[in-house]
Every structure is written in C-alpha cells, then in structure tokens.
C-alpha cells in the first residue's frame, strides 16, 4: 500500500452511490501526433493522452489538471514539448473521459492515489510532474510523500490553502456547502452550454479574448457532453469538497507542511489576474517549496499553460537545463 492511501477521509457523499457510468464516445484525439488509451487500475480507470514524443528515450512527463478540467487543458504546452519529453496527461477520475473512482473518493488524496497507481504502472520510474489548481494539489501531495515518483515539479496555479481566498472564487468554494449546489443548478438551468462556456472562459483566462474561435466551440461541446454525464455534479462537487477538506487539514496532512518536504525542483507559475488562486500566494509558495524558482505572469488567468503556453515552455526547460546532472 502506497504512502497516500489513508492520509486523507474521503468526501461525503452527495446523494446515493456514485454513478459507475463510463463517459459516452471514444475520447477523441486531437491531432495525428496524439494518441488516447485507457488504463485499468485497482479501483478506477484512466484515460491518458500522449502526445508522440520526436524519438525514444525522453524523459518521462505526467500532467494532472484542475478541478472541471480534463488531459485537453495540456495539449498546446504538451505539443511544444515533444523534444524534450514523453508526456501523458491524465483525466482524473470522474472528469474528461475517465469514468468515476469505484469507491466515489474525489478528495485531494484520493485523487492523488490514482495518479500514483498510474505512476507506478508505467514503470518509467521518476517524472516530471506537472499539476495545474487541484491538479497542483495533487502533485504535491505526490512529491511530498512519495518522491521516488517525481523529478521535478511544476505548479501551475496549484490549490494550496488560502486563509482569505479572494471574492472571485467564494462561489466555487461555495459548491461545497450541503445545498447551495441544487440552487446554483436551479437558478442556471436554462443557461445554454455556451453561456456555460463563456462564465468558465472568464473565470480562468486573464484575457477571454486569449481563447480562439474554434477553441471555444470545440469547448462548448465538450461542456455539453459532460453535462449529460449522470455523475458530472457529483464529480465537480466531491471534488469541490475535497479541496475544502484539504484546506482545513493540519498537522503533517497540512499541504503547506508537505510543500515544505518536497525535495524534487519545483517550478511555480502564478497569474497575475487569476480569479481563483490569489496572485498574493506566489510568494508565499516560493518560500514553502525548498528548492523552488518563480515566474509570474503578470496577464495570465489561472491555466498560463493554456494562455501562455511559451512562457510556461521555456520556464521548464530552463528549470531542466539548471537542475541536469543532479
């Protein structure tokens, strides 16, 4: 039994079981360079996207994404690393096309579980871990406890505890509050998934206009497929919970006092107009993380990988290029 299995109690349960539904369709590839498998693990099963690497033998990358995100929040920084890494960008359970955890667990740790499980089934030992918001939760999570999987660490945004979250992201935290979530869905149930897209395209982009055409259509329609899933709310709100779970969490639990054992290089990337993780906690992150280096985007929102995907490119090869033969 891994490190991460029992350092975190699972969620309360939203309303019955989870739905054990897989998602309807093959996950699609999005280029002739990609390809999309499905890997079974003990207690769920993943789907991964790979972006074909320029030859054998690269180093070894994984990529976990934010809460409601998916593998596709990486394609663009995944696809101008594919001289320099073998990446895989994982759906968590219960988002993009990976069907729910079989034990409905959607907290910090349990997310974490799966992508060790993950980790450990490739077999390619140590990684470069990417996470971006939840997805950077996770990865420390990861790093800290079990840094044999981890080489070095890059956080894009990631979830870390905020005493006074700024105003922009009370209603997310606010999906965790027995309730509210049925009167969200209430009030928003004739909103198309467009004006769906548009409220999530604005919450996460320092500048919507950032976000191409043929991008927003292509989302919009992934918006509408997963509210179709009979777990979807389930998921995002678990998932929700599971953040707020971890936030409260002290002792060696406490994701700041990990963030102080991780002993892999870690790469922090803040946005200055993130409207869900405070542009005030780069500092602070760089001072908890022991061998850290910061770039801030003074225009970037809260996924710089998807806005700013040359920015976070360079800031990883130069955090390779200074931490070779280590």
């Known amino acids: 039994m891994s490190s991460t299995e029992s350092t975190e109690p699972s969620s309360a349960p939203v309303a019955g079981a989870p739905a054990s539904v897989p998602p309807a369709g093959p996950p699609p590839a999005d280029s002739d360079r990609e390809t999309v498998t499905t890997v079974t693990l003990t207690g769920c099963s993943l789907v991964v996207r790979s972006r074909r690497p320029e030859r ?3 180093r070894p990358a994984v990529f976990v994404h934010g809460l409601g995100g998916s593998s596709q929040n990486w394609s663009a920084l995944m696809d101008r690393l594919v001289d320099l890494v073998d990446g895989q960008a994982v759906d968590l359970p219960g988002f993009g096309f990976s069907p729910p955890p079989d034990d409905g667990d959607y907290s910090v740790n349990g997310h974490a579980r799966a992508v060790v499980r993950l980790l450990e089934a490739r077999g390619a030992g140590p990684v470069d871990l990417f996470g971006n918001s939840l997805g950077g939760a996770v990865a420390t999570r990861i790093a800290a406890v079990r840094p044999d999987l981890v080489r070095t660490l890059t956080l894009i945004s990631p979830a870390l505890p905020e005493i006074r979250p700024q105003r922009t992201a009370w209603p997310t935290a606010l999906a965790s509050v027995p309730g509210l979530p049925q009167l969200y869905m209430r009030a928003t149930r004739d909103w198309s998934p467009r004006r769906r897209t ?4 604005s919450l996460c982009f320092g500048d919507p206009a950032n976000f191409g055409e043929a991008e927003f259509e292509a989302a919009t329609r992934e918006y509408e497929r997963r509210m179709e899933l009979p777990y979807f709310w389930d998921a995002m709100i678990r998932s929700t919970r599971g953040i707020v779970d971890a936030y409260t969490l002290g002792g060696p639990h406490s ?19 993130d409207r869900l993780v405070a542009f005030r906690m780069a500092h602070r992150a760089a001072k908890a ?27 990883f090869r130069d955090l390779v290029a200074s931490t070779e033969g280590r």
């Open 255 to 273: 994701l700041w006092r990990q963030a102080r054992k991780v002993l892999a290089p870690t790469l922090l990337v803040y946005g200055g107009r």
């Open 289 to 315: 993380f022991p061998d850290s280096r910061l770039v801030t985007v003074p225009e970037g929102g809260h996924v710089t990988m998807m806005e700013h995907p040359a920015i976070v490119e360079q800031a």
């Open 56 to 58: 054998e033998g690269l």
């Open 198 to 201: 548009e409220a999530l395209i």
